[in-house]
């Protein structure tokens, strides 16, 4: 390898050329390309076939010093999916494997990512330690568990509100002052894991949308707002009435904005 070629590269880039993964004249434009579609380098040259994910892993295990696993023989159930936000998890492309002690270890495809190591540090409180693995595997792991997430979590909303006593008109209002008081109503605990879910996405806020027919509950996150379920319409005043007493607004004004 000629080391003027490789002489204006660092970090990962020259990882690549000096392992004849990349030509030293394409390496920026495809780090470029990465970047405008807002995707980790690793992703983007294995997604485009540009580097086989199995040889990269293997050589950049060796040259960086860490274990590399094969996810193939890793048991996804036994995954700790509440211990991490679900959005550094996207943002990071990175995932939490297992927990020992005071110790998460996290599967990362690109071995010079020590920001996400640092970062969920921060949110868990938890020591962390990179374990490699190969990026088709990781992105496969990684939409599986959000994808189980995600169906776990409406699941559990939709099953809330299987028993609820669905009535009309004034009973229904005395029924939403009744539950707000409640603690261990279903009305309570289902409006407790819509906002913890939505804080485990990082959404930046909730929308409540009561039609005719239907009501609809999503949240935003990066500036796209998902559905999170959909409950029965006639529910929609006992839900709004929870969350304007945990707000500690008059649950009896619907005339004007509180």
Request: without cysteine; hydrophobic residues 40%; aromatic residues 6%.
């Amino acid at each position: 390898m000629d080391t003027k070629s490789t002489a204006h590269l660092s970090g990962l880039p020259k990882f690549l050329v000096q392992h004849h993964l990349l030509a030293a004249q394409d390496v920026h434009k495809h780090i470029e390309d990465a970047k405008k579609k807002k995707t980790p380098i690793i992703s983007y040259l294995v997604a485009h076939k540009l580097i086989d994910a199995a040889t990269f892993a293997s050589l950049a295990s060796v040259a960086f010093g860490l274990p590399l696993l094969d996810l193939n023989a890793f048991d996804s159930r036994s995954l700790p999916s509440k211990v991490v936000n679900e959005k550094l998890i996207s943002q990071h492309h990175a995932l939490p494997l297992f927990k020992r002690g005071n110790k998460l270890f996290i599967a990362v495809s690109d071995p010079t990512n020590f920001q996400v190591l640092d970062e969920i540090k921060f949110h868990t409180r938890l020591n962390t330690e990179a374990i490699l693995v190969e990026e088709d595997k990781l992105a496969k792991l990684i939409e599986t568990s959000l994808e189980a997430a995600d169906t776990s979590m409406k699941d559990m909303l939709d099953g809330d509100l299987d028993n609820i006593e669905i009535t009309g008109g004034d009973q229904e209002a005395k029924a939403a002052e009744r539950d707000s008081d409640i603690d261990d109503a279903p009305i309570v605990r289902f409006v407790n894991k819509i906002l913890l879910d939505s804080i485990k996405k990082g959404a930046s806020d909730i929308h409540l949308e009561p039609y005719e027919k239907n009501f609809r509950i999503r949240y935003r996150a990066d500036g796209i707002l998902t559905e999170i379920t959909s409950p029965p319409a006639a529910l929609a005043n006992r839900i709004i009435s929870r969350i304007k007493v945990m707000s500690k607004m008059d649950i009896a004004e619907r005339r004007v904005p509180q």
